[in-house]
């Protein structure tokens, strides 16, 4: 049962444009994070999200932002779209950090940059 | 840095026989770090399978095993009998202690002929 829901599933969009996803956990969970997955499959954390502190993965373009209104929410903006930005984004969940390492992912959303 | 890696990109098994997912990881901290199976079925989101935080200590779940080996930075995914519903995306993945990031290999395919 899906407690972790990300909004649009598919999304296709021109070189340039902006990009939100919303992701929203009803687990009660205090850290949610943003993972992407490329062509290949490989998935690589993007950001951690606790208690209104922000951990970025200093890979990360600058384009990309997150944006939490509560603990519940945290949402993906991309500012202005490269081709390379093609892939699927899964936000996650989890409770006190990564300790346990039980996280909760959402279905994903694909983004396709033409 | 930390990685995992996972050498078999697709396996394909028949239904009944064996199965070994090979896993191994370089972690950089002092202590040991906590090793996990993520799966992906179709059409649903990643979730966690198995998780092993004590080396030398076995976990398992649903059939499937996996020990976590520290002379051998091995966590092999092994199941003695596969069934069709098996067929799914299996990810081998590892947290340091007090780390927020979970690392991920690059994931192998299952599919498991009827």
């Known amino acids: 049962e899906t407690a972790v829901f990300q909004t649009p599933n598919y999304h296709v969009t021109q070189v340039g444009n902006e990009v939100s996803f919303n992701c929203k956990q009803t687990?009660?969970?205090?850290?949610m994070y943003w993972y992407k997955q490329d062509s290949k499959k490989l998935l690589k954390i993007m950001f951690s999200y606790n208690n209104k502190q922000l951990i970025v993965n200093e890979t990360v373009p600058r384009r990309f932002s997150p944006q939490s209104s509560d603990k519940a929410h945290l949402n993906l903006r991309i500012k202005s779209v490269e081709p390379e930005d093609s892939a699927v984004y899964l936000c996650a969940s989890s409770h006190r950090g990564l300790n346990t390492g039980q996280l909760y992912f959402g279905e994903g959303s694909k983004l396709t940059v033409l | 840095g930390d990685s995992v890696t996972q050498t078999e990109g697709q396996v394909t098994v028949s239904e009944s026989k064996s199965l070994i997912i090979n896993c191994t990881y370089s972690a950089t901290s002092i202590g040991y770090p906590n090793l996990f199976w993520y799966v992906r079925y179709p059409g649903e989101g990643l979730q966690l399978l198995l998780k092993?935080?004590?080396?030398?200590q076995k976990g398992s779940s649903r059939g499937f095993e996996a020990t976590y080996n520290k002379e051998a930075t091995s966590f092999h995914l092994q199941k003695a009998s596969v069934q069709e519903s098996d067929s799914a995306v299996y990810y081998c993945?590892?947290?340091?202690?007090?780390?927020?990031?979970?690392?991920f290999g690059s994931g192998t395919q299952l599919t498991v002929m009827p």
């Open positions: 993945a590892l947290s340091d202690a007090g780390s927020w990031q979970l690392i």
């Open positions: 687990l009660g969970h205090d850290t």
């Open positions: 092993v935080i004590t080396a030398g």
